[in-house]
């Protein structure tokens, strides 16, 4: 246990040497307060140190402070007094409102304010003199003003407080908010990056693999036929994005996001790249939203590219449902064993479209799975299947009112 007092602030310890400072000039001069009282000459030294002393506890022990300093003024009253010693206990007073108990601090005024008003009916009836009122005046100032003002200044305080950490806050959430933002654009710039040139660098390396390993000029003439389309292709869909990015600036205008109405145009590129691709789009295809359509059409593409570069030999079906209330794909592909990829993937594919899904509200699923009957070319009794159910309602997001 500490029984020493915390070590006082700089700032008191000045407050305490030049009030002592002060009482002691003053007393030098021989300028009292209260001529003739009982105990004269030097006694007044012993309530002005004592009060001295008091003003090094003011910010550490506000309380007991004021306690004390109330009965060393009544000390000083038997004095001649000093008015250094009346001026540090309203400091003491001050202090106890500012850095006091939030309790200490409402009480405080409420009782200086109770014994001013009864020091002056008790010396208006002990006097009966219009003088008396003067009793309760300095009363006021010595006791209620300091602790009075000393609340304001503490209120005005904690307010700024609140006020600095309400910014902070604020200031943080902000920026919670803009990191958050910034990495779900760098996740959609992702996406749709992988998911618009991964389909035509994936068949501009399997069909040049072709072409340099084949020694047949009509191949050869074949593959790169197939590998400038798709450069092509992919450089349209470079300039898309940097288009959206650069927000129509300059002199590149960006391109209609792709609707579920261009998945026959996918397909046939498909089979350009030499998958065997069978496509069936049922339900209404017009007035759906375009988030929805962007994803979906967004995992067929992916969907056919995985299969360009993994897929066994066989039909790759892709099966398209638009109902009143969501989007079905399902995309299937022979599944077995393979030496190796026909590109190179980093995964991502399939994270990009689960992103697509979740960010929609809806379900998708991918894996291996047993043959449906009546597949054709599946010689493993396997595919790889991708299915997503893509909601047409696009749930708000957090925090916003749906």
Not at 56 to 82: E, H, I, K, N, Y
Not at 182 to 207: F, G, K, W
Not at 215 to 239: C, F, Q, W, Y
């Amino acid at each position: 246990m500490h029984l020493l007092p915390p070590r006082p602030h700089r700032d008191d310890v000045r407050i305490a040497v030049v009030g002592l400072l002060g009482g002691l000039a003053l007393w030098g001069i021989g300028l009292g307060m209260n001529p003739g009282r009982l105990f004269d000459g030097s006694w007044l030294l012993i309530p002005l140190v004592l009060m001295s002393a008091l003003e090094l506890l003011r910010r550490t022990r506000p309380q007991f402070a004021v306690v004390a300093g109330t009965l060393v003024l009544v000390a000083d009253q038997l004095t001649q007094g000093s008015l250094a010693t009346v001026l540090m206990f309203t400091d003491l007073m001050y202090a106890a409102a500012l850095y006091g108990t939030p309790a200490m601090a409402r009480r405080l005024p409420v009782s200086t304010g109770l014994v001013t008003v009864a020091a002056t009916l008790g010396f208006l009836a002990w006097w009966r003199e219009p003088e008396a009122v003067l009793v309760g005046v300095a009363t006021g100032l010595v006791a209620f003003g300091p602790a009075a003002t000393g609340v304001l200044v503490r209120n005005h305080r904690d307010r700024a407080a609140e006020e600095r950490l309400r910014a902070e806050q604020t200031a943080l959430l902000a920026e919670m908010d803009r990191a958050q933002a910034v990495v779900a654009e760098r996740a959609r710039m992702a996406r749709e990056l992988h998911d618009m040139v991964a389909n035509h660098l994936s068949a501009i390396a399997i069909h040049s693999t072709a072409a340099l390993s084949i020694d047949e000029p009509a191949t050869t003439r074949t593959a790169l036929e197939t590998i400038r389309e798709n450069s092509v292709d992919g450089l349209a869909e470079m300039r898309r994005l940097i288009g959206i990015l650069r927000d129509s600036s300059g002199d590149t205008e960006p391109v209609a996001a792709p609707t579920l109405d261009g998945l026959g145009a996918l397909v046939r590129q498909a089979r350009t790249n030499g998958l065997d691709v069978a496509l069936t789009l049922s339900g209404p295809t017009s007035g759906l939203p375009a988030p929805v359509e962007l994803a979906a059409y967004r995992i067929v593409q992916e969907s056919l590219t995985n299969a360009l570069k993994h897929a066994s030999t066989g039909r790759v079906t892709v099966a398209v449902a638009c109902t009143g209330e969501r989007i079905e794909v399902c995309v299937t592909s022979p599944y077995g064993d393979r030496d190796g990829p026909r590109a190179p993937g980093s995964g991502a594919g399939l994270v990009g479209m689960r992103e697509r899904t979740a960010l929609l509200g809806g379900t998708f699923e991918a894996g291996p799975e047993a043959a449906p009957d009546g597949q054709d070319g599946v010689a493993s009794g396997k595919v790889w299947r991708v299915l997503a159910t893509l909601p047409l309602e696009i749930p708000a997001p957090e925090g916003e009112p749906a």
